[in-house]
């Protein structure tokens, strides 16, 4: 029995946009047409991944409805659940598995229900309704069974209003830093990657391989009583580590062995493309990896920073992946011994060091920014839990802000 404390998703909705089990035309270019890898609960919106694209034609004629600025998309297939914010300017369209909910204003406040939807106890509904045991799968008539709590309007607003603004705030640092990504690259390209096998080089440079400048480190983890951060693979993502929380190293899987170092490089050995890598930047005296990473080292005076780049290169990240592809397992896969012959321009010591100079504000200012989306996104989290039961009162919270 639904309590008056509770109020089904249902109930909250004025209109969805629904497009499931119906796979649109594409076509090579024109608008985006986001799947349900675009939706994750760490960004304030969708985030273009692997895009496909529909016609004007299509867009006009095949789609029932169209998301709006302040919708809430959430996820049905795969990982049921997932939500995020239509932006200004909506710009895509969505595919199957997944709708676009259109709040009724009468009965929440809409970003109160965008932050319930993230939340643990409505996140435990959503996995705890599916049974089906083959693909995870929220159905529309499962709306009845997910409970927003019900609480007073004016909490409600403060709360969407608090958990949107530490989000904004977070997505405003991603945008940042994605700035300074594609500085980086430009002035890669411009030192580096201009130049391809052949090609007359300035003086005292050389052409060389991966294996020239870099090792695969194996060194393992030496554990003790403390606690550790364990990093796998699904824990870094395009430079970002997501976590950095502490744990007890008893019940750690087996594959939980590898050491690092300051300015070692992270890169998962499967499916590159996927592009989970990462360059370490701060002491790592407490952290131990998975054994699905390599662990890349520079060696010989050749600077990390450039190697880094290198290896984050979308054209290093294409030939490393037709590399996985081409060989046979269970996933596509790459070992350091069969990307070590990759090609490489060496350039001279001090034109290194010179690039070097240019390259570390741009990093130091992306670890920094990392640390504060980090710092704002665990605030973000521990406090709608309890904001939400009423374990932390609106009222003391508005008192310390104003302190």
């Given at each position: 029995m639904i309590s008056d404390k509770q109020i089904p998703l249902s109930k909250c909705i004025d209109f969805t946009v629904d497009n499931r089990g119906k796979t649109a035309p594409t076509s090579d270019s024109g608008i985006p047409l986001i799947a349900t890898n675009c939706i994750d609960n760490e960004n304030l919106y969708p985030v273009f991944r692997n895009i496909r694209y529909v016609s004007e034609d299509t867009y006009k004629n095949w789609f029932r409805a169209h998301p709006l600025e302040g919708d809430i998309i959430l996820t049905l297939k795969g990982t049921p659940g997932r939500v995020c914010l239509v932006p200004e300017?909506?710009?895509f369209v969505i595919a199957q598995d997944m709708v676009s909910i259109r709040v009724n204003f009468d009965k929440i406040y809409p970003l109160y229900l965008f932050a319930a939807l993230r939340s643990r106890i409505v996140q435990h509904q959503i996995k705890t309704l599916d049974t089906s045991g083959v693909i995870p799968n929220l159905k529309k008539s499962d709306f009845d069974k997910v409970l927003i709590p019900n609480i007073d309007p004016n909490t409600q607003k403060y709360?969407?209003?608090?958990?949107?603004?530490?989000?904004?705030?977070?997505?405003?640092?991603k945008k940042q830093n994605h700035t300074l990504e594609t500085m980086?690259?430009?002035?890669?390209?411009e030192w580096f990657g201009k130049y391809q096998i052949g090609d007359e080089l300035p003086e005292g440079w050389k052409f060389g391989c991966l294996g020239d400048v870099a090792v695969n480190n194996s060194k393992t983890f030496k554990f003790n009583d403390k606690k550790v951060v364990f990093i796998n693979t699904g824990d870094v993502l395009e430079g970002e580590f997501l976590h950095k929380n502490e744990i007890s190293p008893v019940g750690l899987p087996g594959q939980a062995k590898k050491a690092i170092e300051l300015h070692d490089i992270l890169y998962s050995e499967i499916r590159p493309k996927n592009k989970r890598f990462a360059f370490v930047n701060f002491d790592t005296?407490?952290?131990?990896?998975?054994?699905?990473?390599m662990i890349i080292r520079s060696q010989f005076g050749f600077s990390p920073f450039?190697?880094?780049?290198i290896l984050k290169n979308q054209a290093t990240i294409n030939e490393f992946n037709s590399i996985a592809e081409s060989r046979s397992g269970t996933f596509p896969q790459i070992t350091f011994d069969?990307?070590?012959?990759?090609?490489?321009?060496?350039?001279t010591n001090e034109y290194k060091q010179q690039f070097e100079e240019i390259l570390k504000p741009i990093m130091s200012k992306q670890k920094a920014n990392n640390d504060q989306i980090q710092s704002l996104t665990k605030t973000r989290d521990t406090l709608l839990p309890k904001l939400m039961s009423g374990q932390v009162r609106v009222k003391n919270l508005k008192q310390t802000a104003d302190a």
């Open positions: 300017n909506v710009g709360i969407g209003d608090l958990y949107h603004s530490l989000s904004l705030k977070a997505e405003h640092l980086a690259q430009t002035i890669f390209k005296s407490n952290y131990v990896v998975s054994t699905k990473f450039i190697l880094y780049l069969s990307i070590k012959d990759f090609p490489i321009v060496i350039p």
